[in-house]
Structure formats: structure tokens, C-alpha cells
């Protein structure tokens, strides 16, 4: 058996396509990047009536949730056939594991070759974060070819269309992603897991400020899952600069993998990109040269605490529960870095279980 590399993601669609972008950069590293393959488990959670729901729009709060599909709701039969292996045939012994502490990829790849091993799992780091020798331009550069190489189903190849006219009519502007979701809301139990996925979100009070930051120099485009407290955000600061992505595209016509990849073109068209490390905002900076700036690295610390004092109190009316007790939580974990008195650290935790107990 030629040696591959596998992507074999079994979470969220945007962690799949980066570990299938990963496969494919690593795969031209090796010195072949036809040796790709993935595979796709399409879980029962995926149809159940929960959070892990295909099409859920959250509970009390409109929010657009998972966006896995069939992969032939995603790729062409051809890329398909091409591409695709069932992980389940691949002999365990064949599984590349390497027990070796490496900082560059060309190390790592020099024990694969070396070993009797075949299959090499990608995973959905940020490479030019990790390994020494991964280059960021040539890494972007390489994935955005994979993805133009990418044969999605005929109707993602409209949305990717009508997602870059409609960027392209737009014109320049920043992208604010507000990544809310399951690590705010109750309907996952990610969101408790303490400090795991705290900065993996954004938090109201903080995505309000990097509006302020931006406005009047460019025009800016609100993206995020939670569409009640984006749509409140944009309609607060009021100004004609300022758009929703709703504004682009109908959240009520279009299925969550559609918004999914309408909002990762839209992202990647975008001259400076705001956001976490979600793995929808890893995509749009794999595939274009967007200017990434971290939501949470804009600030110093005690800046950052007295935002999120300003705009809680300004806030605390117009956005959910959850979002107020999330920006609670960020308000404890800031003070207790900045020593603050623990009686006012107590009372940012007790106000936030008033708003939710869990």
C-alpha cells in the first residue's frame, strides 16, 4: 500500500475540511499530493433532534448549529470516488504513530518514509504555528490550491459563487467573527468544561469593542453563529458601515452548510479578519491572504477588564442570559489575572449563576 494521508475527522464540518487541507499540504510536502484520502462518518447525533442536529437553530436564541452533511451533499461524485476510503477497512497496524518529539515537518516526514507504517492521520493545527519549517505564505498557498481543487456538489459551487460576487461587490472591508454556540449556550455540555473552550468564543462585550476599534476606518461585516446578539450588536452601534452578514445572505433560506460555507468565502475575501481559532476561521485564513488578528490579543489585560465592565452594563439588557453570563465568566477569569479583590470576584460568579446555573 502507497503511503497516504488521511483525514478522518468525526466532529464538525470545519475541522474535517482543515484536516482534508492539512492532508493535502502535507501530502505535496511529501513529494505527492495526490496521496490524500478521507473519510466521513455521518453519526446518528447528526439527525438527532439535539444540538448535533444538521439543521438545529438553537432554543430560546436563533443560533445556526452543525453543519455536517453526507458527503455527497458536499463533494462531487468524482472527488468522491477519487478521494474517498473507508477508515473502518484500513488495517489498525497500518496507523502511523510517531514517538518522536519533532518541531519541523521534514523531520516528521523522514520517519514516516523510514517506517513500515502507511497511514498518516492529519489532524487540524495551523501548521506555520507549530512546525519550524512550514512557511505561512507557502502554506496558505498550497491550501488555497487544494481548495480551488476541492470538487464540492454543484450546490456549494453556487454558494462559493454567490459568496464571492457578493464580496467582491462589497468591496474592502473587516470581518468580525463572533464564534458563540455550544461553547455559550446549554443545549452541548462543551461549555462547561472550564477553561477549555472559554477563549474558543467570543464574548459580546469584547466583539462590541473590536466594532468600535474598526469603525469609521473600514467597513465592517458581523459574522457569527448566535444570529440574536450579532443582529443586536449591528443594530446598537447603528452605524451605515456596519453590516450584518445577513445583509449578504437569508439565514431563513439557507441550510446551515450553506451558511457555513457562504460565511468561510465571505471571511477569506476579507481584508483583516477578527476571530478565535475556530476551525471556520482557520479555513478562510488556509485559503486566502486575509490579515488575521486574534479577537483576544487586542487588548492587555487590564484594558481588556474595564471593556468588559463598560459594555456588560451597556449590554446586559439586550443580549441573552447566557451571553451575560459568559461575559461574567471572562470578567472573573481577568480580574483574578489582575488580583483583583476576591469579594468582586465572588460577585461576578454569583451574578453569573443567576443568569445560568450551570
Not at 49 to 57: S, V
Not at 102 to 128: A, H
Not at 269 to 296: H, P, V, W
Request: glycine share 4%.
Amino acid at each position: 500500500m502507497d503511503k497516504i494521508f488521511l483525514a478522518a475527522r468525526s466532529d464538525g464540518l470545519g475541522s474535517r475540511l482543515v484536516a482534508i487541507l492539512n492532508a493535502f499540504y502535507i501530502a505535496s510536502r511529501f513529494g505527492n499530493k495526490e496521496n490524500v484520502r478521507f473519510s466521513w462518518v455521518n453519526k446518528e447525533t447528526f439527525c438527532q433532534d439535539d444540538g448535533f442536529n444538521k439543521n438545529f437553530r438553537g432554543l430560546n436564541t436563533k443560533i445556526i448549529g452543525m453543519s455536517v452533511e453526507e458527503e455527497d451533499r458536499i463533494f462531487s461524485r468524482n472527488f468522491i470516488e477519487k478521494y474517498h476510503i473507508v477508515e473502518s477497512e484500513i488495517n489498525t497496524r497500518d496507523f502511523f504513530y510517531c514517538k518522536k518529539k519533532v518541531n519541523t515537518l521534514e523531520e516528521f516526514l523522514n520517519i514516516f518514509r523510514q517506517d513500515v507504517t502507511s497511514v498518516c492521520r492529519t489532524d487540524i493545527g495551523f501548521l506555520p504555528q507549530y512546525l519550524k519549517d512550514v512557511e505561512l505564505n507557502d502554506y496558505r498557498g498550497i491550501c488555497k490550491q487544494a481548495w480551488e481543487n476541492i470538487e464540492f456538489s454543484d450546490n456549494l459551487k453556487k454558494i462559493i459563487k454567490d459568496a464571492q460576487q457578493k464580496s467582491q461587490k462589497l468591496g474592502d472591508y473587516v470581518c468580525i467573527h463572533v464564534r458563540s454556540g455550544d461553547v455559550i449556550y446549554d443545549y452541548l455540555d462543551i461549555r462547561k468544561y472550564h477553561k477549555s473552550h472559554v477563549y474558543h468564543a467570543v464574548n459580546a462585550a469584547l466583539a462590541l469593542e473590536l466594532i468600535y476599534k474598526e469603525l469609521g476606518k473600514n467597513k465592517i461585516v458581523i459574522i457569527g453563529d448566535d444570529i440574536d446578539t450579532t443582529e443586536k450588536l449591528v443594530e446598537l452601534v447603528n452605524h451605515p458601515e456596519v453590516y450584518h452578514i445577513n445583509t449578504q445572505r437569508s439565514v431563513d433560506h439557507f441550510s446551515n452548510l450553506e451558511l457555513f460555507m457562504f460565511d468561510i468565502i465571505f471571511m477569506s475575501n476579507s481584508k483583516k479578519l477578527y476571530g478565535t481559532y475556530s476551525a471556520m476561521i482557520k479555513i478562510a485564513r488556509m485559503i486566502s491572504e486575509t490579515e488575521f488578528f486574534s479577537s483576544y490579543y487586542q487588548f492587555k489585560s487590564g484594558e481588556y477588564y474595564e471593556i468588559l465592565k463598560k459594555n456588560y452594563n451597556y449590554l446586559f439588557p439586550y443580549i441573552s442570559s447566557s451571553q451575560n453570563a459568559f461575559i461574567l465568566f471572562h470578567l472573573f477569569l481577568t480580574g483574578m489575572e489582575l488580583n483583583e479583590d476576591v469579594e468582586i470576584l465572588c460577585s461576578y460568579l454569583d451574578k453569573a449563576l443567576e443568569y445560568d446555573f450551570e
